[in-house]
């Protein structure tokens, strides 16, 4: 009698373990969105004009420039002239090939 209601007391539990582990919703977590995905389309797809733009807009729009980047993207247009090709950035001080690179697809000469 003993080892009836034994058996019968693990058979519940076990029951009640495998129903609950069941009717449990998976909690699966969430990839992160990509910022591009994050970022509205037009956006994405806005060009920045390296003779037009001001240094919030710089800073704001083209990746790795911050605020001294782009005060400094602005003293060379001023000193310079307007800019008259996009490759003519790496001759800002604090712009190098890979920051240049990394923006080449935002920036328009007008």
């Known amino acids: 009698m003993q080892n009836t209601f ?3 007391l693990i058979f519940a539990f076990l029951t009640t373990l495998s129903v609950t582990t069941t009717a449990a919703p998976s909690i699966k977590p969430e990839a992160p ?3 591009t995905a ?3 389309k037009a956006e994405q797809s806005a060009k920045v004009n ?3 733009a001001d240094a919030e807009t710089l800073r704001r729009d083209l990746f790795g420039i911050g605020a001294s980047k782009a005060k400094a ?3 060379y ?3 310079n002239g307007p800019f008259t090709a996009v490759d003519e950035l790496l001759e800002v001080k604090g712009i190098g090939k890979a920051l ?3 923006n080449r697809e935002r920036l328009v000469i007008n």
């Open 6 to 8: 034994l058996t019968s």
């Open 33 to 35: 969105t990509p910022i």
């Open 38 to 40: 994050q970022m509205p």
């Open 50 to 52: 390296l003779n037009a």
């Open 73 to 75: 993207i602005i003293a």
């Open 77 to 79: 247009r001023e000193s």
């Open 100 to 102: 240049l690179e990394k």
